[in-house]
């Protein structure tokens, strides 16, 4: 009965190690933070990330070689009796197919985080409910970073995962903390980002995550020269969006992300005309236009 019991407590651990989707690392940077016991900072960063990686946000399956790696580093600018006022950076990558390759899929900034954390409060996710500023924030980007990388797997893959997003963000709205809400933003919170990303206006971004991934990097180890004409696809693709909304918040996010390995694809490998390329990339990203010089 021992042995049983054994083996049943090691199936439940091998099961709930397979069942979470993410495997994230949490930084938190208190620096600008004086006068104040440090132990509430590093207290909040064992939590916050043993929560992202510990809460299942899918009912898909994830094996552990399957868990999106992703890193959340928030930077502290403030703190009084536990409120908190910070920035956070996201960011997540995708491992490519028949390669020891990961490229980089998610790369975020947040500048309206804003939350109360009393130390060792219990973190409770519930996609249908506001429990906590900080809970909300931290489960948006999670099912944003996993839908993201859906669509960079199968085309619009993601967009149960963008919808709890959406949902999270409605039930936040009415918490009186900023970045959840479209009055005096700068159309760049996480409002406008889950708005655009589920608006048909924008759907070549998600369309291009996918174009880019699956049918260009992936095929990389195979066919260099048919991923990069494709990841040119995928650009173009991206573009579609310049002729309706220039300089839209997934535009920038998509070089965010991708220009230096953009740089880096086109920069060696078979030779292909660049012309068309540079192009479109100086018309639509026009700030990146000094590493998109070093395209040879």
């Known amino acids: 009965m021992k042995k049983l019991t054994l083996l049943f407590a090691f ?3 091998v099961i709930a190690s397979n069942a979470q989707e993410l495997k994230c690392t949490v930084t938190i940077n208190y620096d600008r933070v004086t006068n104040v016991n440090t132990q509430i900072f590093k207290t909040l960063q064992t ?6 990686n510990n809460t299942r946000f899918t009912t898909t399956e994830y094996e552990q070689n ?10 502290i600018s403030a703190y009084d009796s536990n409120n908190f006022t910070a920035t956070m950076q996201v960011q997540s990558s995708r491992p490519i197919y028949n390669s020891g390759y990961s490229s980089p899929l998610v790369n975020l900034n947040d500048n309206e985080v804003s939350f109360r954390y009393v130390e060792y409060e219990n973190f409770i996710y519930d996609q249908n409910s506001y429990t906590s500023n900080l809970i909300s924030i931290l489960a948006f980007y999670a099912n944003v970073v996993i839908g993201l990388d859906k669509d960079s797997y199968q085309e619009m893959g993601g967009t149960d995962q963008l919808q709890i997003a959406s949902n999270i963000m409605n039930q936040a709205q009415s918490s009186g903390y900023a ?4 009055n005096g933003a700068k159309n760049n919170n996480r409002y406008f980002l889950i708005s655009d990303l589920l608006a048909n206006t924008y759907a070549p971004y998600r369309k291009g995550i996918y174009e ?5 990097l992936d095929v990389m180890a195979d066919d260099q020269k048919k991923a990069k004409e494709q990841v040119l696809e995928s650009i173009k693709t991206v573009a579609q969006i310049n002729k309706v909304r220039p300089n839209a918040l997934l535009t920038r996010i998509f070089f965010d992300a991708k220009v230096d390995e953009i740089v880096s694809i086109f920069s060696g490998g ?6 068309e390329l540079l192009e479109i990339l100086n018309k639509i990203s026009p700030l990146n236009s000094s590493k998109w010089n070093n395209i040879r």
Do not use: D, R, V
Not at 66 to 75: P, Q, V, Y
Not at 270 to 275: E, F, I, K, L, V
């Open 11 to 13: 199936l439940l651990l």
């Open 47 to 52: 939590q916050a990330t043993e929560f992202l």
């Open 66 to 75: 399957e868990k999106i790696e992703c890193s959340f580093f928030l930077n």
């Open 179 to 182: 970045g959840w809400n479209q």
């Open 212 to 216: 880019y991934h699956l049918k260009g």
């Open 270 to 275: 078979p030779t292909m005309p660049n012309n």
